[in-house]
């Protein structure tokens, strides 16, 4: 088994240990630069900064970022919603669970902003980039669950489409999330 870590810069080759995500993106960035694509599959609660991290990756590592709540709201919703239809969710999970490591196989890095709530989820991405060669880092966004319901809130306002998140709803939703294994090697980004 293998011993429960963070990642620091020399375990990724990457310039530091620890990233705090800062409103200077260049500063807080781990991109791996190797010969074979990459997987960044970006991990979090709601309101954590998962998707702010994820443009800033993204930018920072040439990669494509993917996202299954936008791609949910712009297909699904019109306005903020409350309302996610299960199947709906399934089958955009499946078609991207097909398109992601297609990207990779062809030498595309990709950002997954999926936010990995289960481990099966987080097994599944290692899996199905290993199948084509690539390889896999694993980020932990995380930040104090005040700040992350405050977050969520503000963004219920903004209008647009979007998830509407209740104080309820997210205290509800955690019940879902499922942290880390101790045995899974991850770069904690604190926001």
């Not at 991990?43 to 709540?69: C, N």
């Not at 030498?107 to 290993?130: I, K, M």
């Not at 690539?134 to 930040?143: F, G, K, M, N, R």
């Amino acid at each position: 088994m293998m011993t429960p870590h963070v990642h620091q810069a020399a375990d990724l080759g990457f310039v530091h240990g620890r990233v705090s995500l800062c409103e200077e993106p260049a500063l807080l960035l781990f991109v791996h630069h190797g010969s074979v694509a990459t997987a960044y599959l970006v991990h979090g609660f709601l309101g954590a900064g998962k998707t702010t991290f994820a443009e800033a990756l993204a930018q920072s590592s040439g990669g494509i970022r993917l996202s299954l709540d936008e791609w949910y709201l712009r297909l699904f919703a019109d306005a903020p919603t409350e309302h996610l239809d299960a199947a709906s969710w399934k089958r955009l999970d499946a078609m991207m669970a097909d398109m992601w490591p297609q990207m990779l196989r062809s030498g595309v890095d990709v950002v997954l902003d999926f936010g990995f709530w289960t481990r099966p989820s987080r097994d599944r991405a290692r899996s199905a980039a290993a199948a084509v060669g690539a390889d896999t880092i694993l980020y932990l966004v995380t930040c104090d669950d005040a700040v992350a319901l405050g977050r969520c809130l503000a963004r219920n306002s903004l209008g647009g489409p979007s998830f509407i998140i209740t104080p309820a709803g997210f205290e509800e939703m955690r019940s879902r999330f499922e942290p880390l294994g101790h045995d899974e090697a991850h770069v904690l980004v604190e926001t």
